[in-house]
């Protein structure tokens, strides 16, 4: 099944989930404590195809012992989760 033709509104519900997925996947992993900041950046774009462009960065307290790579760990698990969550918006 294809995609129905999206809104821009549809297209910031998207970016929200993914962005939301993002961060709480780093927040159920990392403590509050440790983290500096987390900078997460969705670029959805709707023409004859969906495009989604996804970079995020976390800053860790010098003192945290997490692991960065968790940041890679959340942006795969939100694109695994995108297709599912694109399910109410096809024909």
């Known amino acids: 099944m294809s995609l129905r033709k999206l809104t821009e509104r549809d297209l910031d519900e998207i970016s929200s989930f993914l962005h939301n997925t993002i961060s709480d996947f780093i927040l159920k992993r990392v403590s509050a404590k440790e983290i500096v900041d987390i900078d997460i950046t969705v670029l959805v774009e709707y ?26 760990e959340a942006v795969d698990a939100a694109y695994r989760s995108l297709e599912s969550f694109l399910d109410g918006f096809r024909e």
């Open 47 to 72: 023409t004859d195809e969906l495009k989604v462009d996804i970079s995020a960065e976390l800053y860790l307290d010098e003192l945290s012992d997490a692991d960065p790579g968790i940041v890679d």
